[in-house]
């Protein structure tokens, strides 16, 4: 049974699409992530949300939308792709926001064309 | 300079080899340190977490913190094929600080060739 679950797992789409990652824990945790892992594997945090509410929000385009409509679900939304956006987006969760023990989903791989 | 250091590598060794794995962080104020390991097309999993200096040990792994000269390491013993992947550090300071959350170094590419 997958503990950090993130659909799609492979996004190809144009430049200018909007596009949608969903991720789903069943782990318990109240502290869920989106990380960002570009081309040369540096795994960069974009948002953090504890039980539902947003607790990290690094300096990320507003193109990037996160909203966690519980605290077991966490989803980005993206607007206006661009080039720049090919990565890989890792979801994660932690038991709480005082944790370094984070619980990564297989990550989704997008790619703007 | 960048908060967390670590180099890239790739790193390739024979099998039964040690292998060390270091990075360096500027900032004082960071005191938890995790070594998380990413195989490929894999998300990372923790493999080590430590919060004082010193050791710690764990099977064929070792993870030693040393904050007077802001260096972490993580020594693989014996080292086996299924050990290649990608080794990322990963730093944070205390809640409620300005460094409370995680900051990973850019991780090691390394490969155990048998």
């Known amino acids: 049974d997958t503990a950090v679950s993130q659909t799609p797992k492979y996004l190809v789409t144009q430049m200018g699409n909007d596009k949608s990652i969903k991720c789903e824990q069943n782990l318990g945790h109240d502290t869920m992530y989106w990380y960002k892992q570009d081309s040369k594997k540096f795994l960069k945090i974009m948002f953090s949300?504890?039980?539902?509410?947003?607790?990290i929000n690094e300096t990320v385009p507003n193109r990037f939308s996160p909203k966690s409509p519980d605290k077991a679900h966490l989803n980005l939304h993206i607007n206006s792709l661009e080039l720049g956006d090919s990565a890989v987006y890792f979801c994660?969760?932690?038991?709480?926001?005082?944790?370094?023990?984070?619980?990564f989903g297989e990550g989704s791989r997008l790619t703007v064309l | 300079q960048k908060e967390v250091e670590q180099d890239p590598g790739p790193l390739s060794v024979p099998e039964g080899a040690i292998v060390s794995l270091n990075c360096t962080y500027s900032n004082s104020a960071f005191q938890y340190f995790m070594w998380y390991r990413q195989y490929s097309r894999k998300g990372p999993e923790l493999l080590m977490y430590t919060y004082s200096s010193g050791n710690k040990e764990d099977g064929r792994f070792t993870a030693q913190v040393d904050k007077s000269s802001k260096y972490i390491s993580l020594f693989i013993r014996d080292s086996q094929p299924s050990d290649s992947a990608t080794y990322l550090c990963a730093i944070r300071g205390f809640s409620g600080g300005s460094n409370y959350k995680l900051t990973f170094g850019k991780g090691t590419l390394l490969t155990v060739n048998p």
């Open positions: 994660a969760s932690s038991r709480d926001e005082n944790t370094g023990e984070l619980f």
């Open positions: 949300y504890n039980n539902k509410e947003l607790i």
